[in-house]
C-alpha cells in the first residue's frame, strides 16, 4: 500500500505547527514521517526535507520550541507578511489571466521588488535543512518559474541542488528574492496552491498538513485536491482554533515558533485516533 504526505507552506510558524503536529500524532502511536512519498510546499518543503534526509523529529520539535535570538533572526533579514503585501499579492492574483498567466504575473512582481541574489536567504536554508543530498526517498518539492508562470515539481532526477530547491520553494512572493536556478528563477511554489495537494496521484493514502486552510478559489480547496488524487483514504489537517491564535497574523514571526509548536503537539494528540484511521487503513 502507497502513502502519501503532503506538507503545505506557512510560513516560519508553519514549520513550527507542521513538527509540532508529527510530534504529537507519533507520541501517540501515528507515525507520518515514514510515508513513502513526502511532497512539500514552501515551509513544507522544510519540514519535509529536514524528515526526509534524516533529521530526528523530536529534536526538530525542541528546536522550535527554544526561545529565538531575535538578534540573529534580525541579521538574517526576518520578513513580515504584513496586510499590504497580502493586498498586492491578490490584486495580482485576481486580476484576467489562467493561473499560469497569474503566477507569471506575479513572478515578475516579485523579481522586480527583490532584484538581489538570494544571498541571505541561503544562509537562512543552511541555518534550517543544512546543505544535503536528495534522500533516497521520494521527496518532491514544488515551485513555480518566476518568468513564466509555470508549476514545477523537483525531486532527486531533476539535477537541481536540493538545497536551492528548497530555498525556491520557500521564496515567498514579493517578500523574499526569486531563486535562479540553471537559466530559470523561481518563486515560492505555494503561488499556485498552498499545500498542492492535487500533486499526490496514484497513492492509496494521502495526509495533507497545510497551515493555510484558505484556498484561492473552490478548485484548490483541500477537499477539492484530495479528491483529485483519486486516492481511496484521504484527510487533512489544518489549524484548529488554539493553533491559530498561538500562530498569530504574521506567519514569518519567529516569536511565535514555541506557541505554534506546542500548539501542534496538542492539536496532533488530539487527531491520533482519526488521522491514525486512515493512515492504517
Known amino acids: 500500500m502507497s502513502r502519501a504526505l503532503v506538507l503545505g507552506g506557512g510560513g516560519v510558524t508553519g514549520i513550527a505547527w507542521e513538527l509540532g503536529i508529527l510530534k504529537g500524532l507519533r507520541d501517540s502511536g501515528v507515525d507520518l514521517t515514514g510515508a513513502d512519498t513526502i511532497i512539500g510546499t514552501s515551509a513544507g518543503s522544510v519540514v519535509g526535507t529536514q524528515l526526509s534526509t534524516g533529521l530526528d523529529l523530536d529534536e526538530l520539535y ?10 540573529e533572526y534580525k541579521s538574517l533579514g526576518a520578513g513580515k507578511l504584513d496586510k499590504r503585501t497580502l493586498v498586492r499579492m491578490v490584486s495580482l492574483m485576481v486580476m484576467p489571466g489562467n493561473g499560469e498567466v497569474k503566477r507569471q504575473r506575479l513572478g515578475r512582481a516579485s523579481i522586480k521588488a527583490h532584484p538581489e541574489a538570494p544571498t541571505d536567504r541561503m ?8 546543505d544535503p543530498e536528495w534522500p533516497e526517498r521520494d521527496l518532491r518539492i514544488t515551485a513555480v518559474n518566476a518568468h513564466t508562470g509555470a508549476f514545477v515539481i523537483f525531486d532527486r532526477s531533476s539535477g537541481v541542488p536540493l538545497i536551492e530547491a528548497v530555498a525556491a520553494s520557500c521564496s515567498v512572493p514579493l517578500i523574499w528574492p526569486p531563486v535562479p536556478i540553471g537559466e530559470a528563477t523561481y518563486i515560492d511554489g505555494g503561488a499556485r496552491s498552498v499545500a498542492n495537494a492535487d500533486q499526490a496521484t496514484g497513492f492509496a493514502t494521502v495526509i495533507v498538513i497545510a497551515p493555510i486552510a484558505q484556498a484561492v478559489s473552490r478548485r484548490h480547496s483541500l477537499s477539492a485536491q484530495l479528491t483529485r488524487t483519486g486516492a481511496a483514504h484521504t484527510a487533512s489537517v489544518v489549524p484548529d482554533k488554539a493553533a491559530r491564535n498561538a500562530i498569530g497574523p504574521n506567519l514569518l514571526d519567529p516569536g511565535r515558533r514555541a506557541a505554534a509548536a506546542e500548539a501542534g503537539a496538542a492539536q496532533g494528540r488530539g487527531l491520533a485516533e482519526r488521522i491514525g484511521s486512515v493512515w492504517q487503513a
Open 62 to 71: 525542541d528546536e522550535q520550541i527554544r526561545p529565538v535570538d531575535t538578534s
Open 123 to 130: 544562509r537562512v536554508m543552511r541555518t534550517r535543512i543544512g
